[in-house]
């Protein structure tokens, strides 16, 4: 089992808990409540997170009844339903996107010791009305970069800094900028670089591109298996999901490139989360937080870890997914940035890539 998840997840080296959290918080503390139900937004999509839902029910006997949308699908129904909105817990994935359905309003503060005491405060959001917490991130990812190895060693592109020298022109390949993945990471460029340098960084992306962007960060991959392009930029669960893969021709592709967590002799790689957060017109709030509570805790974490491949976002979860370690060599140091002021910074990224015509 690695210990060493935390290290990313909050920045500093933690000791592995062996205690069960499920156990503390639904074991015991917990009646059966039958009847009961809430309703869940969830715009993760993930089909492996099935038995997240259905161990809860088994834990609390509270049934989970789903609506699965793509985040703006989520916000738009949110508005249309108004006060009669049944959600009770809404799911995203991305701290754009999160920080998004915030200050539209959509969510309630949460008021939970158990989520305070797991989820690093760098993990979370102090709401805009600065009335207590808006939303935990309950999962992290890191946005890294895949290279064909026989054309590119690993010091020729270490940064994400590196992505924009003319050594790559015609070589890169990405997802639409405007895509929260990215939105994200350009948006914590910002709090490294500062506006200036990151347009003229950004500028430097869309002078190497290989094509226009198109497709998801697995179609990066691919890419660069093909040869099309040289250097990618992809989410970790994409390729842990590609090593993973039972069918040979998925696996011959994560074989065929070489990966990077960028950054790691300055501010570290990228990390984004998937995060949870109450809906602003719950009828069942306190069912709705021992759901988040449920999520934060070790079981429910090590499944992130290994349905999905998303490193924990609790403290002291251990886990044991060996794509997450192969690819990471076990332990990694990540940007500690607070995620909320990164998705704050997406309008402006926003203009920029306007300017500089990144599409
Ligand atoms: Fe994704």
């Not at 918080?25 to 993760?44: D, E, H, K, W």
Request: with cysteine; charged share 20%; glycine share 8%.
């Amino acid at each position: 089992m690695s210990h060493k998840v935390n290290k990313m997840a909050c920045g500093t080296f933690c000791a592995c808990l062996t205690l069960s959290f499920a156990s503390v918080f639904f074991g015991t503390a917990l009646a059966q409540q039958s009847g009961a139900v809430i309703n869940v937004y969830s715009a993760r999509h993930y089909p492996t997170d099935e038995a997240l839902y259905s161990d809860f029910t088994k834990l609390t006997g509270i049934q989970i009844k789903r609506v699965d949308a793509d985040d703006a699908g989520i916000l738009t129904r949110l508005k249309a339903e108004g006060s009669a909105s049944p959600a009770d817990v809404i799911l995203l994935v991305d701290a754009a996107r999160l920080w998004r359905a915030e200050i539209d309003g959509q969510f309630l503060p949460i008021q939970s010791k158990v989520l305070e005491q797991a989820i690093p405060e760098n993990l979370r959001a102090k709401r805009s009305d600065s009335g207590g917490i808006s939303w935990f991130g309950l999962s992290t990812r890191a946005r890294v970069i895949v290279y064909d190895k026989m054309k590119f060693k690993k010091s020729d592109i270490d940064t994400y800094e590196k992505l924009a020298d003319s050594q790559f022109k015609g070589k890169l390949c990405i997802r639409s900028g405007s895509h929260p993945y990215n939105l994200s990471l350009f948006g914590a460029m910002i709090e490294h670089l500062g506006p200036q340098q990151t347009e003229i960084w950004l500028k430097g992306l869309v002078n190497n591109m290989a094509r226009n962007p198109v497709g998801g960060d697995t179609d990066q991959i691919k890419g660069v298996a093909s040869g099309e392009c040289a250097v990618a930029i992809t989410n970790t669960y994409y390729l842990g999901r590609l090593m993973r893969s039972n069918n040979p021709a998925e696996k011959m592709l994560a074989e065929k490139v070489g990966v990077i967590f960028p950054n790691q002799a300055s501010w570290g790689t990228h990390l984004n989360i998937a995060g949870g957060a109450v809906a602003k017109n719950s009828k069942n709030m306190e069912n709705a937080i021992k759901f988040l509570e449920y999520l934060a805790s070790a079981s429910a974490q090590n499944h992130f870890a290994n349905g999905n491949n998303e490193w924990p976002a609790a403290k002291g979860v251990s886990f044991d997914n060996p794509a997450l370690k192969a690819m990471s060599g076990g332990h990694f140091k990540s940007e500690v940035l607070p995620v909320s002021a990164v998705g704050m910074n997406q309008i402006k990224v926003q203009q920029m890539l306007d300017r500089v015509g990144f599409r």
